[in-house]
């Protein structure tokens, strides 16, 4: 059972004390600034690191400038693991991808993270022909390098390459697996993943994977949607090699996600217009799935630092979701950027009023 909100008008704003407006109206009503977020005290902070793509291209201050900010305030707010959806580059390049290792180097042995490769950081200059990555180099993201040795990383699909991979963490009195798949993930991949959360039934899982939401509320669904909905991994290149299997966010709910009890989150970044998409979903056994889509890559300056950060209070049920910038130093409090969930309730969102004819 799916239920919807394609204009989210309704979506509950809860603006914490830390991101009220203030001064002579130096921002628009969507935004407040001061200082960043705070959390209450016994919560903790998951970081979501949307496309980077841009900084990594021309602005790689922006993308410091994240990571910095959750290694000073991985104590005070308590962040407990950090996410990045994809499209860490532009070009799948050497100078793109030094930019995104020093920036994320500023996490190494503060909070652990787990990156989910975008289209763009596969194949020749990022055109995502093939599955080939400089992120599984080991000088980058690949075995041997930081990233393959935290101890939170559990485990990998390829002894080769770090590209699929699953973590552990602890966290508010829960423990918790994190799935980070590839671009458009291989069916195999898809099997793997499920072996995965089957051998590890006390966790509660999230899911990252690059292409997965679209920004109409809807999951990418290629067999029903088709090309109707823009940018869907099954209208690529990388589709049309021999052998290839491809899974589409509908794919990975049908195959994946919808099958096990204790699947909590899905994100994923890769897709513009509005760049946001949210759906509250159950799953076979009745457990209610946030699954979101965050992407800035297509503002000024590639999203400005925007990032999202999901509080975790001490009640064990409550989330709050904000996005923050640490470029700008300003929440973004509109509906689609903040709002509050329910560990484990669907999140029912109000039907949009009828328009008058």
Known sequence: MTLIDPNRSA???????????????????????????????????????????????????????????????????????????????????????????????????????????????????????????????SEYFGPGSYYSQQDSLAGSFETDKTDNTFHTFSAGGKEWLVLALEWAPRDEVVAWANRVVTDHPDRLVMLVTHAYMYFDESRYDWAAKHDTQSWNPHAYALAKQPGETINDGQQLWEKLVSRHERFRFTFNG??????????????????????????????????MGDMRLLEFKQDGKTVEVRTYSPVLDRCDTSSDQQFTLQLNEQRVLPASPPTEE
Request: charged share 15%; proline share 5%.
């Open 270 to 303: 890769h897709v513009l217009g509005d760049g946001t998409g949210f759906q509250s979903s159950l799953g076979e056994r009745g457990n209610a799935v946030h699954q979101m889509l965050a992407n800035y890559q297509f503002k000024e300056q590639g999203g």
């Open 11 to 137: 979506c509950r704003r809860t603006v914490s004390l830390a991101c009220l407006v203030i001064g002579l109206g130096l921002l628009s009503g969507r935004f407040a600034a001061a200082e960043a977020p705070s959390i209450e005290p016994g919560s903790w902070t998951l970081a979501i690191l949307p496309d980077t793509q841009v900084y990594s291209e021309r602005y790689p201050q922006h993308y410091a400038a994240q990571t910095r900010w959750i290694a000073d305030h991985a104590a005070s707010h308590n962040i407990a693991f950090v996410l990045h959806e994809g499209d860490v580059t532009e070009h799948n390049t050497p100078e793109q991808w030094d930019h995104a290792l020093r920036a994320m180097d500023t996490l190494n042995g503060v909070v652990p993270f787990a990156i989910s490769p975008g289209n763009h950081d596969y194949g020749p200059g990022g055109n995502s022909s093939a599955r080939t990555s400089r992120f599984n180099d």
